[in-house]
């Protein structure tokens, strides 16, 4: 991840800082479906990164129009889960009218999603301000709420709370884990939906945990702040 | 597509799809290897053999209600209207059966390979599946889940044999099948082999395991205690079913400091004597303690430190302390401090009070005190004013030995301040820890001994937590 500097009247004792763009996402109902169970329509604990990045195209106008290098960093927050039912339309191949068929869906409520961009951040608030194309989180009938705001980040580590951690990423203290589950989740996502980039992530669902990550930057409240792995659908190997 | 060696393309690869995950380690002990990485390519073959094998003579039973119909039955749970168990099979003679389903397990010839890869993996897929061959996934007939011009999951040979083996390495119940995942490979590669000694037996027989559908969560929390090494991530249950009347998943995470304090709690001698009374403390008269207890691991970490304090306050009304309070106290402390990962500075200070809330009631050494105390702990306001006044009274009453004052500014902030958001549940561990002191310190009010004769009588571990803590070894 590449920096801003920050700007040289600060004190000269004091740690650089890099600007940020911090981007809060809210919704009042978020459901991300977990790929792996096509046959039911489990949900995941979060977003998943390649979720969000899809959300950062749609707000670019398509993935022409972001930067191959794009990575971010991201926590992510709901107060409460459920289970609802969703009819389910089955596409069928032969072109036969198939029977629509009520499915269980799971969903998150009350959702705070932050993400932290540290590269061309002015074209990011722009793109955020007025986006292409309708932004979602799993849902297509439910749109969210997005603010921008400019803050800058110190070196050094922060609190883990409900950040999105990278697997391998350890706390502070030698010998513990992050808090929280280990999740497999989709990085990226190739356009025609034939390879996907899988990596390891840690998240605390409850986002209490006080653990100090090693993280490489902290916000303005010590909160972890992370870069995960690039997103960009283009630095998907043609094949593994 | 990705142009694989010969050798590496008969090796699993381990994958994001944790069913993958345990098939790929059910195949690799079916192969005489530890790991799919260790599996050699002449192995990989006759595992792929010993299922097929499986297959055929399942599918030569016909019907599900005959004697050695188990597998037959469990494989629709698996693999439903698959060449295995189709209903067609009642008509076709033994030769037919065996060719179809022999075709069915056998890879694709490379000329009929699509041009796509395996979406698992990566490697050159041999063809499109559907739910006939890969549990959970989309019926191969619909397109909502696949990339365009895909028929189905694009899948490599060793992935789809994972897939195949994948029984083998989950608690096969006739219904919905129970599977345990982690990402900590060595708990895999163990209790997945475990696993596959056992269903080999009850797929070669063709019957059920006569222990039934022991409770879901007990077989993951046996596992756990049964593991040997640290675990370096959570564990995960999932119970599911492929069969055509509906696909149905369940899945139950424990975090990564629970599932490592269980394993532990079988292990440390002391935790050991507490891991008793904890059963106890989950135990209802309908449901031994060991469910109880899986289950809350299961669900909420909080649960399992509240049976503790329920279990340790259960008949202070009575006057009485447990003979296993100190054991499950600190047990549950240990839970409190690794799993909870609550502020070690508080720890200390509700400890420190209870102590002295224990010296106090020891000194007074009377039942009826000790009662008193319990009855506030479902009251806050009760507590508070207990406290108040028992800490004006210890200052001015020269025969109570506690030094400085019963409770602190502190430690009254964490059990009474709103602005505390645990401080019921730090409540409860003062009572907790005033249980643990008093016994260390032999309290024994007058009617003791005829009380705990009473509650000797009116209970009883139960018999399947005796099985449990005695022969944890066994699978």
Redesign the interface.
């Known amino acids: 991840m590449t920096a801003t500097e920050s700007p040289d009247d600060v004190s000269p004792n004091a740690p650089p800082t890099i600007q940020a763009l911090e981007v809060t996402v809210t919704a009042p109902l978020v459901s991300v479906r977990n790929?792996?169970?096509?046959?039911?329509q489990?949900a995941l604990p979060c977003p998943p990164p390649s979720t969000v990045a899809g959300m950062l195209a749609a707000a670019a106008g398509g993935w022409g129009a972001v930067s191959l290098e794009t990575r971010f960093a991201m926590a992510f927050h709901a107060r409460g889960v459920g289970v609802d039912l969703e009819t389910?339309?089955?596409?069928?191949?032969?072109g036969k009218k198939?029977d629509p068929t009520p499915r269980e869906r799971g969903f998150l409520t009350g959702a705070t999603l932050t993400v932290w961009l540290t590269d061309e951040i002015g074209s990011w608030e722009r793109r955020l301000r007025r986006p292409v194309w309708p932004l979602r989180l799993g849902r297509s009938q439910d749109l969210v709420r997005v603010t921008t705001r400019r803050v800058s980040l110190r070196p050094g580590p922060g609190r883990q709370g409900s950040a999105l951690l990278p697997e391998g990423i350890a706390p502070v203290l030698a010998g513990t884990?992050p808090?929280?589950?280990?999740l497999?989740l989709p990085t990226a996502i190739s356009p025609?939906?034939?390879?996907?980039r899988?990596d390891?992530y840690h998240f605390d669902a409850s986002g209490r945990?006080?653990?100090l990550i090693g993280a490489e930057w902290s916000d303005e409240q010590g909160r972890a702040v992370v870069p995960l792995p690039p997103v960009h659908p283009a630095r998907l190997p043609a094949?593994? | 597509m990705s142009h694989v060696g010969h050798d590496e393309g008969k090796r699993p690869v381990l994958t994001a799809h944790p069913l993958q995950r345990v098939g790929a380690y059910a195949l690799a002990f079916l192969g005489g290897a530890h790991t799919p990485e260790h599996l050699v390519p002449s192995a990989f073959d006759d595992a792929v053999g010993v299922l097929t094998d499986d297959a055929v003579r399942a599918a030569l039973v016909r019907d599900t209600k005959h004697d050695q119909g188990f597998w037959l039955k469990a494989s629709m749970s698996f693999f439903p209207n698959s060449k295995m168990n189709h209903p067609s099979n009642a008509k076709k003679d033994k030769e037919e059966i065996r060719t179809t389903v022999r075709s069915w397990r056998t890879c694709p010839e490379p000329g009929a390979w699509p041009e796509a890869a395996c979406v698992l993996c990566g490697r050159a897929a041999v063809g499109f599946y559907g739910k006939k061959d890969v549990p959970l996934a989309e019926s191969d007939v619909y397109r909502n889940t696949t990339p365009r011009g895909h028929q189905g999951l694009a899948l490599c040979w060793p992935c789809l044999c994972c897939f195949y083996a994948l029984p083998y390495g989950c608690r096969l119940t006739g219904g919905p099948s129970i599977a345990l995942h982690s990402w900590d490979e060595r708990f895999m590669a163990r209790t997945v082999s475990r696993r596959v000694e056992r269903s080999r037996q009850f797929i070669a027989l063709g019957t059920a395991d006569p222990r039934g559908g022991s409770d879901r969560e007990t077989i993951a929390l046996r596992a756990l205690r049964d593991h040997d090494d640290r675990l370096t991530a959570g564990v995960e249950l999932l119970v599911f079913s492929n069969n055509n009347r509906g696909q149905t998943l369940e899945i139950q995470s424990m975090d990564q400091p629970l599932a490592e304090w269980l394993r532990l709690s079988a292990r440390l001698p002391a935790r050991r004597r507490g891991f008793r009374a904890l059963l106890r403390a989950h135990a209802r008269p309908d449901r031994p303690g060991i469910v109880g207890l899986a289950r809350n691991a299961f669900r909420s970490t909080e649960l399992i430190a509240g049976a503790c304090a329920r279990y340790l306050t259960r008949h202070l009304d009575r006057g009485v302390i447990r003979s296993d309070s100190a054991d499950l106290a600190e047990l549950c402390f240990s839970l409190v401090i690794e799993v909870m990962r609550m502020n070690l500075n508080e720890i200390d200070e509700i400890r420190a009070a209870g102590g002295q809330v224990a010296a106090w009631l020891t000194a007074e050494n009377s039942a009826g005190k000790l009662r008193e105390f319990n009855a506030t702990l479902k009251e806050p306001k009760r507590m508070r004013h207990w406290l108040m006044r028992r800490n004006l009274d210890a200052l001015l009453d020269s025969r109570i030995s506690t030094e400085g004052p019963l409770i602190t500014e502190e430690q009254f902030r964490l059990l009474f301040d709103p602005e505390v958001e645990q401080a019921w549940f730090h409540r409860q561990l003062l009572v907790v820890s005033v249980v643990q002191r008093l016994h260390e310190q032999g309290f024994r009010p007058a009617d003791r001994a005829e009380i705990a004769a009473e509650l000797a009588a009116e209970e009883q571990d139960q018999p399947e937590d005796l099985v449990f803590a005695s022969d944890e070894k066994e699978s």
């Open positions: 790929p792996l169970y096509a046959g039911v489990v389910y339309h089955p596409l069928d191949a032969s198939a884990l808090a929280g589950t280990l497999r025609d939906r034939q390879r996907t899988w390891g945990s006080d653990l094949v593994v």
